[in-house]
């Protein structure tokens, strides 16, 4: 290419598409070594190769994709073998020839209506469970299957969006943030200790990580102001600080607040 | 067959399957390399799952016939489908149906006497009858037996001794047949119990796999039929039954059976793929060069470059000045969302979280969706586009769109009125009054409380602003 500059025999060919072809025809009569432009111009065939495979493989498989969440699974491991992310664009190969884009993209619109409508009780922090069951509620009977990994997929892709997405693995199963808290190691630690009875004391913490007082009762106060925990100081004992995030129908039920009047004495 | 559920993190206990075949099954969760020794003694009612159903017992020599899914004819009709030689008639083995073997196979090639003349009606009356005895089952190994576990009727159980078998091979699969493993046999002792059926032609079995492993367990019967473990392990007579449910093993099952699917869809979509690998590290040297030499190429060859990039899904390390990350296809993002967000940004108040864009945007496509990366790449250039809109980062990380006219430090002054009137407020309380998302409401006291106008009170009732006395006051 510097050959060519330097001659000024680019500057003759102004259109960014001629530009490269006419360096390609060049560089055997110039003998300039192979350059970017060389490569370029490389790749550009080697896509249109591609773009044909590609296009034979979405002709097979695209179906499977689309009502397959295990083929889906094994449709991102591959990509991501390859190095690709066909998630990155709308734009993209696998979104217009596969569809996956759209089905991702929708998900998280979803993802991110569920987690705000829930967050008033939860504080923004809900487990995977959760948000699989309300996700499919709101699809519909008659959407596609949407399965765990596809939501976790979709999160991180929100992640982008800045506004603090996150994915914390607790116990066997997986907390969605989706708010922008802080939550260092230790709550974390804290949020899956606290995973086997949807509650968590300062005394269970100094138990099983062995930790002084104080850090335990500074990260039961960080996850109750900022509304992941609520306390309950009527508890036998001492005061039990309560995950919402990790209710489950095991031991909670929602009902309403006539139903909590009738029930209280 | 067992259908393993999909995915790892969730389990659905409801419905525990036995999984399809595995010497893993004989022992809870193994390493997936590990072939489970079913010890002598041992056989049948340990390696299955979790079916209370006691399986025949099985002593001695047993001479059972095992049959999997894929009917075949009746007698001396199946193929052969690489056997040399004529092998004697009598065999043990009940063929597979065989009209569609693997490849082509025009040639009715089998052995023993010729095709017995049977109407076709006849035929397919006696597959579906085969079919429905024979058709879902276990396939489970041990290091002395191949056992078959009907499914449906748990009192059917059928082994096979490994020392029976000659040779095996594999089937492809194929358009409307599933993969399958065939089991040539040695002829059948005099002393064999009484099975399925007490003679057939052909001197194989085939074994159709409807739900894939027949990848994995091939591996693993190879395996076994090189050690031919049986040969130094005598089999006791004591049997062991009533074996209770396992379900602990479930969950490895399934696993396994989602790892087979991989490595078996891996296998036929490499080819297809190995190119797209090739071209991306063509990409990635290329990404670099221009990184290290960005003289040598011109600006529209970046620019396509980079389209080329965003269209593979390829991260891109280059970033240039006047464009950032975004590409044209961005540039006419970013144009069409000034056009769109104009009028909702106005309802609120001028600013929207970049979540709130994401959804409104993608509701109103309904196909053709943005990507989060697209949104937020495009977004970065509406300053550099000179739209009426702008990108705002905030030092927590929060993402807005705001108007260019609307300037977040007018807004401020307001909100130090609001504060003031009230005495304090907690983001929420701010949110409410004033009628915007929490998130941007903590934004903006937030943002009051770096320019000097309010205080924090932090305590474990949560966050709340005062005015900054000490500023007015001092």
């Known amino acids: 290419m510097v050959g060519l500059e330097e001659i000024g025999c680019f500057s003759l060919f102004p259109a960014s598409g001629l530009g490269s072809y006419f360096c390609h025809l060049m560089i055997p009569w110039w003998g300039c070594p192979v350059t970017s432009s060389w490569s370029i111009l490389q790749m550009s065939k080697q896509l249109d190769m591609f773009k044909t ?73 809900i487990t995977l469970e959760e948000l699989h069951q309300q996700v499919l509620k709101g699809r519909g009977k008659f959407a596609q299957d949407v399965s765990q990994d596809d939501l976790i997929r ?12 996150g994915i914390i693995p607790v116990g066997g199963t997986y907390l969605i943030q989706s708010v922008p808290a802080e939550l260092n190691m230790d709550h974390t630690v804290v949020l899956q200790l606290a995973e086997k009875n949807g509650y968590v004391t300062v005394s269970d913490i100094k138990a099983s990580l062995k930790w002084e007082t104080e850090r335990a009762r500074q990260v039961l106060e960080h996850l109750l102001k900022e509304g992941l ?13 309560w995950l919402p995030a990790l209710f489950t129908d095991l031991y909670s039920q929602e009902i309403t607040a006539e139903e909590a009047r009738e029930a209280l004495p | 067959m067992c259908r393993a559920k999909n995915n790892m993190i969730s389990e659905n206990p409801a419905k525990p399957r036995i999984h399809k075949a595995d010497s893993e099954e004989a022992t809870p969760p193994l390493p997936k390399n590990r072939l489970s020794t079913q010890e002598a003694g041992a056989p049948c009612a ?12 099985l002593a001695g020599v047993p001479r059972a016939r095992r049959r999997r899914r894929r009917p075949g004819r009746r007698r001396g009709e199946g193929r052969a489908p690489s056997l040399s030689g004529p092998v004697p008639a009598t065999r043990g083995a009940r063929p597979a149906r065989d009209d569609r073997t693997g490849g082509a196979q025009p040639a009715h090639n089998h ?44 009192e059917c159980c059928m082994a ?53 492993g027949q990848i994995e367990f091939y591996r693993r019967l190879s395996e076994e039929m090189t050690q031919r473990r049986w040969e130094n392990m005598p089999v006791s007579q004591s049997m062991q039954t009533n074996r209770g449910p396992q379900p602990g093993r479930i969950r490895a099952v399934g696993i396994v059976g989602i790892e087979r699917k991989l490595e078996e869809k891996r296998k036929e979509t490499d080819k297809n793929i190995s190119e797209a690998k090739e071209m991306v590290e063509l990409s990635k040297s290329i990404a670099n060069k221009i990184k290290d030499k960005q003289g040598d190429i011109t600006e529209d060859e970046t620019i396509r470059f980079k389209s080329y990039l965003l269209s593979m899904g390829i991260a891109n390390p280059v970033t240039r000045e006047t464009y950032g990350s975004g590409t044209q296809y961005h540039m006419q993002l970013a144009k069409q969302l000034a056009g769109i967000l104009q009028g909702p940004l106005e309802e609120r108040g001028g600013i929207m979280s970049l979540t709130e864009v994401y959804c409104l945007v993608n ?60 005495g304090s407020l907690t983001s929420e309380e701010f949110a409410k009054l004033v009628g915007m998302s929490v998130l941007l409401a903590k934004e903006r006291l937030l943002l009051a409380e770096k320019m000097g106008h309010l205080c924090r009170d932090d305590s474990v009732e949560g966050l709340r602003f005062y005015p900054n006395l000490f500023m007015t006051q001092s």
């Open chain 2, 111 to 154: 052995h023993g006497p010729g095709p017995s003349p049977r109407s076709n009606a006849q035929k397919r009356r006696m597959q579906l009858k085969d079919r429905i005895k024979f058709d879902a089952g276990t396939l489970l190994l041990s290091t002395h037996r191949l056992i078959w576990r009907d499914q449906k009727n748990h």
């Open chain 2, 46 to 57: 340990s390696a299955v799952a979790s079916s209370p159903a006691r399986p025949r017992p």
């Open chain 2, 363 to 422: 509701r109103a496509r309904g196909m053709e969706l943005l990507s989060p990366e697209d949104l937020v790449n495009a977004c970065k250039m509406l300053e550099a586009l000179k739209l009426p809109l702008r990108l705002r980062v905030f030092d927590s990380g929060v993402m807005v769109i705001e108007l260019q006219s609307h300037k977040e430090e007018e807004m401020v002054a307001s909100a130090l009125e609001t504060v003031s009137e009230k």
């Open chain 1, 53 to 125: 495979n590609l296009e034979e493989f979405a002709s097979k498989h695209k179906q499977e994709i689309r009502k397959n969440p295990e083929f889906r699974v094994q449709f991102q491991d591959m990509c991501a073998t390859i190095g690709v992310d066909p998630l990155a664009s709308g734009k993209g190969f696998w979104s217009e020839m596969l569809g996956v884009g759209d089905f991702y993209y929708e998900l998280g619109v979803q993802i991110i209506e569920v987690c705000l409508a829930l967050k008033h009780r939860n504080g923004g922090l």
């Open chain 2, 160 to 212: 096979i001794l490994l020392s029976q078998i000659v040779f095996i091979e594999e089937q492809a699969a194929g358009i409307g047949k599933s993969a399958k493993i065939v089991v040539h046999l040695h002829p059948p002792p005099s002393n064999k119990e009484p099975g399925p059926f007490q003679s057939s032609k052909n001197s194989y079995i085939k074994l159709s796999f409807k739900e894939h």
């Open chain 1, 154 to 165: 979709a999160i991180k892709k929100l992640k982008a969006l800045g506004t603090g997405f």
């Open chain 1, 229 to 241: 925990a609520w306390l309950d100081l009527q508890a036998p004992g001492e005061a039990h600080y």
